[in-house]
């Protein structure tokens, strides 16, 4: 049950279905939000303001050219992200932390994304990885194990947790210059974070992960 203490501290097992259906449905909602589909939302809008070519404030076509900007820098780094380690260059997981990372910045502008951020995130995803069950648990299962572990929702519990994380963290980030992004460049705790991982990637434990 070490799962379960890390991703519900504090509550009771018949607390936790409640709470993560609670903060799963809120990433699910805040994904919607924030990662707009152009061609959906102006359906049924006047083409003449929404549209490609359009400067409009308040275009969703402006909004997701705004956005595809913001995910390139994440992603510039997500290509980046520990050498080598290729559980980490999967294209699911690579989607899955734009989106966890993307939708945390959006939801908070003043920080917004930060080089570094995606590296912390790598660790939880790995962490949600490693316990999820290998089949979605079904409405009328009544297993919390079974629940948490759900590999439906590694996205939703990535985002969750990286959300608590940063409770801590944001002082960090907010008082850490820009980085330099030239190639190569790392910093102290990028070597250390990369250490750590190079070391979970070589035990016999893990190889499971890695092949799978």
């Not at 509550?11 to 152009?38: C, S, W």
């Not at 083409?47 to 490609?52: E, G, W």
């Not at 980030?173 to 992004?181: A, L, Y």
Request: include cysteine; charge should be negative; proline fraction near 5%.
């Amino acid at each position: 049950y070490r799962t379960v203490s890390v991703r519900i501290p504090g509550i009771n097992f018949a607390e936790g279905k409640e709470h993560l259906k609670k903060h799963r449905k809120r990433f699910e909602n805040l994904r919607q939000v924030h990662m707009i589909d152009p061609y959906k939302e102006t359906e049924d809008l006047d083409p003449t303001v929404h549209n490609p070519l359009t400067q409009n404030e308040g275009s969703a076509w402006r909004a997701y050219f705004e956005n595809t900007e913001a995910q390139k820098e994440i992603n510039q780094d997500l290509t980046r992200l520990y050498p080598g380690v290729e559980f980490f260059h999967r294209s699911g997981i690579q989607q899955a932390m734009l989106h966890v990372l993307f939708v945390w910045s959006r939801e908070n502008p003043s920080l917004s994304y930060r080089q570094g951020m995606h590296e912390l995130l790598g660790l939880l995803v790995l962490a949600l990885e490693r316990d999820k069950s290998t089949e979605p648990s079904s409405d009328g299962d009544s297993s919390i194990l079974r629940i948490v572990t759900d590999c439906s929702y590694i996205e939703h519990d990535a985002f969750a947790l990286f959300d608590k994380l940063m409770d801590t963290m944001k002082d960090w980030f907010e008082s850490r210059p820009t980085p330099f992004r030239g190639k190569g460049h790392s910093n102290s705790s990028s070597s250390i974070l990369d250490m750590s991982v190079r070391d979970v990637f070589s035990s016999p434990d893990e190889e499971d992960l890695v092949t799978e």
